[in-house]
């Protein structure tokens, strides 16, 4: 895997909008989070749009920020602004080898994962992380955004927020290792048989999800498993799945004993209650990057660097 340049202080970050729109201000935000970070802020053309309701501009105005952003060797990194949805609408309009032949950072989850799903078939470390223009940024997530982003040597073991747990929990124990790839659960069933597939042999698979109906849940896991893509994988480790509307009500199971009947007969390691997702407190995943899952242990070690020294 191609890792970009560590980023430092005055690089240069493209704010694109590749999927839903913007609410008021929320740009604004975004630029000063960046700002915030020592890096300067590079706003799309069409970041402001909006488009169908759903849309922050058309496909042929998100792509061509997407395409330009990619292109331009003097930009260090991609932070899109915000999920939603719209990027799968766009994946095949993008000129992808134009980032491996300028390798940056490629930072977003939700509707992005679709995005870092084409990143690894480019062959190029991609991040699964906070959007900026959110309202709160807090502490917790900085402190892991930031190092994965900035330092180029191996994270190690990930940290959980203070006043939690302070591991997941096992569904099967053991360990594993493998590059981590995955994201949101719904972009990763979509975006099968695609040319932007998961390619998730001897990987350790993560995934995430929100606002789900539990059967929904039931069916996208049934997909990846039909798929092949569970038998697969080398381990399983789970975020959050939050905001599901109907969990364990009318003698509907909770998302722990959906995940327990859907995956535990894989016969790899699983654990559940890692901090990344739609959670405020929310791990930064280097996609593309060798890991291990100890899901006895309940914890997630980083043992590549993510990004490479500059030249």
């Given at each position: 895997?191609?890792?970009?340049?560590?980023?430092?202080?005055?690089s240069?970050?493209?704010?694109?909008?590749?999927?839903?729109p913007?609410?008021?201000?929320g740009?604004?935000?975004a630029?000063?989070?960046?700002?915030?970070?020592g890096?300067?802020?590079?706003?799309?053309?069409?970041?402001?749009?909006?488009?169908?309701?759903y849309?922050?501009?058309t496909?042929?105005?998100?792509?061509?920020?997407?395409?330009?952003?990619?292109?331009?060797?003097?930009?260090?990194?991609?932070?899109?602004?915000?999920g939603?949805?719209?990027?799968?609408?766009?994946?095949?309009?993008?000129?992808?080898?134009?980032?491996?032949a300028?390798?940056?950072?490629?930072?977003?989850?939700?509707?992005n994962?679709?995005?870092?799903?084409?990143?690894?078939?480019?062959g190029?470390?991609?991040?699964?992380?906070?959007?900026?223009?959110?309202?709160?940024?807090?502490?917790?997530?900085?402190d892991?955004?930031?190092?994965?982003?900035?330092?180029?040597?191996?994270?190690g073991?990930?940290?959980?927020?203070?006043?939690?747990?302070?591991?997941?929990?096992?569904?099967?124990?053991?360990?594993?290792?493998?590059?981590l790839?995955?994201?949101?659960?719904?972009l990763?069933?979509?975006?099968?048989?695609?040319p932007?597939a998961?390619?998730?042999?001897?990987?350790?698979?993560f995934?995430?999800?929100?606002?789900?109906?539990?059967?929904?849940?039931?069916?996208?896991?049934?997909?990846?498993?039909?798929?092949?893509?569970?038998?697969?994988?080398?381990?399983?480790?789970?975020?959050?799945?939050?905001?599901?509307?109907?969990?364990?009500?009318?003698?509907?199971?909770?998302?722990?004993?959906?995940?327990?009947?859907r995956?535990?007969?894989?016969g790899v390691?699983?654990?559940?209650?890692?901090?990344?997702g739609?959670v405020?407190?929310?791990?930064?995943?280097?996609?593309?990057?060798r890991?291990?899952?100890?899901?006895?242990?309940?914890t997630?070690e980083?043992?590549?660097?993510?990004?490479a020294?500059?030249?």
């Amino acid at each position: 895997m191609i890792r970009p340049p560590a980023l430092r202080p005055g690089s240069r970050v493209a704010l694109v909008a590749a999927a839903g729109p913007l609410p008021p201000g929320g740009v604004e935000r975004a630029m000063d989070r960046v700002r915030a970070f020592g890096w300067e802020p590079v706003a799309g053309r069409f970041c402001r749009g909006r488009c169908s309701g759903y849309l922050a501009g058309t496909d042929d105005e998100r792509a061509a920020d997407l395409d330009a952003a990619l292109a331009d060797p003097g930009l260090d990194a991609i932070w899109f602004l915000r999920g939603g949805y719209g990027t799968m609408r766009i994946l095949d309009r993008i000129g992808w080898p134009a980032l491996a032949a300028h390798p940056k950072a490629l930072i977003g989850f939700s509707d992005n994962t679709a995005v870092h799903l084409a990143a690894q078939r480019a062959g190029v470390v991609s991040f699964h992380g906070p959007h900026p223009h959110t309202a709160e940024f807090p502490d917790f997530a900085r402190d892991t955004f930031l190092p994965v982003l900035t330092e180029p040597r191996p994270a190690g073991v990930l940290p959980f927020p203070a006043g939690s747990a302070g591991r997941a929990e096992a569904l099967v124990e053991g360990q594993a290792e493998g590059p981590l790839l995955g994201g949101n659960l719904s972009l990763v069933a979509s975006t099968l048989g695609t040319p932007f597939a998961i390619q998730p042999r001897g990987a350790i698979l993560f995934m995430e999800e929100v606002g789900e109906h539990v059967y929904r849940l039931d069916r996208l896991l049934s997909h990846l498993k039909l798929a092949g893509v569970l038998d697969a994988v080398a381990g399983i480790a789970i975020g959050a799945f939050s905001e599901v509307p109907d969990e364990g009500s009318d003698g509907r199971p909770t998302v722990r004993e959906l995940l327990q009947d859907r995956l535990g007969g894989l016969g790899v390691p699983i654990a559940f209650g890692f901090p990344f997702g739609h959670v405020d407190d929310n791990w930064t995943l280097p996609m593309g990057v060798r890991a291990r899952l100890d899901a006895g242990a309940g914890t997630l070690e980083l043992l590549e660097p993510a990004v490479a020294e500059r030249g």
